[in-house]
């Protein structure tokens, strides 16, 4: 204990450290799947090659993902944020585009055929309709992605990258437990912490959801189980 | 493109195939830690999942579990366990277990949870015993989503240990933690070159294995391509159980 309260403003920087390298790869994330799940949904014959290639890359251990990236990209070294949120991003992804697949495929067609029958725009019915109904889905898909997110980014710590996973580093190399502890228990309370804001958010966002027990109710409990 | 052909040579050098540091040794160690891992965390969390399934008892405590593991630091454990009980297998062992059996647990009730109500009470109509309705109704229609929850562990097992090689554990990690110590770039990519193959590998044959196992009157029935999957056919197909590992 006596280890935490010498050393909080390095614990504090590192958790904000932690904290910026785990924001961007979500939002990137979000952003890159939502073309690719909509792709997806929409060309019959791609579903299939991009799902199964986003298992694939979600398959790919993250020790060795972040040590392959920079040799194969080749435009940052090893040791950088950068490496961190690449990698961080791509699970990301690998994560979402399945949700964002799923959520518009959800939505019902007899709704689209109204939207656009009432004179939406091919565009217009996608970020008016089909985006909002698919909301609860994505929200669920972005809460996994969010926990595994902050939860990824200590492996980086291995590395000697910024953030929470340096604690461990040190706390193994120096035997100080309260470290590691530590580091553990940030790790554990961020990924809450937003995973408890992103639940908010979808409640200011979508209202109307999560109060029918619907039919679908099973299928999100599977994506957050 | 050098590194490529770097680690490619890296591999091919008879040196880096032989003995007890060879690529097929630890290859063969790291496959085998992960197998016995999950073997174990299957022999523990399989009975209880199908429990939770059949019964729809301890359920919320098992999303929970699920939920939480999410959010614990592989590496944190791994570094605390080893820090506890000292450099070599047991610390990493215990942390691939712990690490394991929220997805097979979570993939053997959801299996048992996705059976529709009416095939089990219909099954209970025709006079079959509780036992009966475990083994020939839940059990063969949940096998897929049990699968998922298997291969989800395995994979999240064969991450750790290329982690737990900081530790002393062996396995593939082992090059690219010598690797990282020596600043040889070329032999960590070599070695998470052969970490991404053995993942892949291992996720094919498991998705392969999860659409086998399908029961043929099931596999019939299956709508083909419709918009809306029912709860039904949609759980019997998902692979989302996977979702949420590493």
């Known amino acids: ?225 | 493109m050098n590194v490529f052909l770097d680690s490619l040579a890296w591999l091919a050098d008879p040196v880096h195939l032989a003995g007890p540091n060879g690529v097929p040794a630890r290859l063969g160690e790291h496959v085998l830690y992960s197998l016995a891992a999950v073997a174990i965390a299957a022999v523990v969390a399989i009975p209880v999942g199908f429990l939770i399934g059949h019964t729809g008892r301890g359920r919320t405590v098992a999303v929970a579990l699920t939920g939480g593991v999410r959010a614990l630091p592989t590496v944190g454990l791994v570094f605390l366990l080893a820090l506890v009980l000292g450099i070599g297998i047991t610390a990493p062992m215990i942390a691939f277990v712990v690490l394991a059996i929220p997805s097979i647990l979570a993939g053997a009730y959801s299996g048992f949870e996705a059976v529709d109500r009416a095939t089990i009470d219909a099954a209970r109509a025709v006079g079959m015993t509780e036992w009966q309705i475990v083994t020939r109704v839940e059990l063969p229609l949940g096998l897929p989503l049990l699968i998922g929850g298997l291969r989800s562990a395995l994979l999240q097992v064969v991450a750790t240990t290329t982690i737990a090689a900081t530790v002393g554990a062996g396995g593939l990690g082992i090059y690219i933690f010598t690797g990282l110590r020596s600043n040889d770039y070329t032999q960590m990519f070599a070695g998470s070159l052969v970490v991404i193959a053995l993942a892949v590998v291992l996720e094919v044959l498991f998705s392969v294995l999860q659409r086998l196992v399908v029961p043929a009157g099931v596999a019939a029935g299956r709508p083909l391509d419709t918009r809306v999957t029912t709860s039904r056919s949609a759980a019997a197909k998902a692979t989302s159980l996977q979702e949420g590992t590493q």
Do not use: C
């Not at chain 1, 920087?13 to 390298?21: F, N, P, S």
């Not at chain 1, 060309?43 to 194969?72: D, H, Q």
């Not at chain 1, 435009?75 to 964002?100: D, E, H, Q």
């Open chain 1, 1 to 225: 204990m006596t280890w935490i309260w010498s050393n909080t403003d390095y614990i504090w920087d590192k958790t904000l450290v932690h904290l910026g390298l785990s924001v961007p790869p979500v939002l990137l994330a979000f952003v890159i799947s939502l073309p690719i799940g909509w792709l997806a949904n929409r060309v019959a014959w791609l579903r299939g090659v991009l799902l199964t290639a986003s298992g694939l890359i979600y398959a790919i251990p993250s020790f060795a993902l972040l040590v392959a990236l920079p040799g194969i990209i080749g435009l940052y070294p090893l040791r950088s944020s950068t490496n961190l949120i690449v990698g961080l991003t791509l699970y990301g992804v690998a994560l979402m585009v399945r949700s964002t697949a799923d959520g518009l495929r959800a939505v019902e067609a007899d709704v689209l055929q109204s939207a656009s029958a009432v004179g939406y725009s091919p565009w217009q019915r996608f970020w008016r309709v089909e985006l909002p109904l698919a909301g609860p889905v994505l929200l669920a898909g972005l809460r996994v992605v969010v926990v595994s997110t902050v939860s990824l980014a200590t492996v980086g710590g291995i590395l000697g990258i910024n953030g929470l996973g340096l604690l461990f580093n040190d706390g193994l190399q120096r035997s100080i437990l309260a470290e590691i502890g530590t580091g553990i228990v940030l790790t554990i309370v961020m990924a809450l912490v937003l995973d408890g804001l992103l639940v908010l958010l979808g409640r200011v966002l979508m209202p109307w959801a999560g109060r029918e027990p619907g039919p679908r109710s099973r299928r999100q409990e599977a994506v957050t189980a």
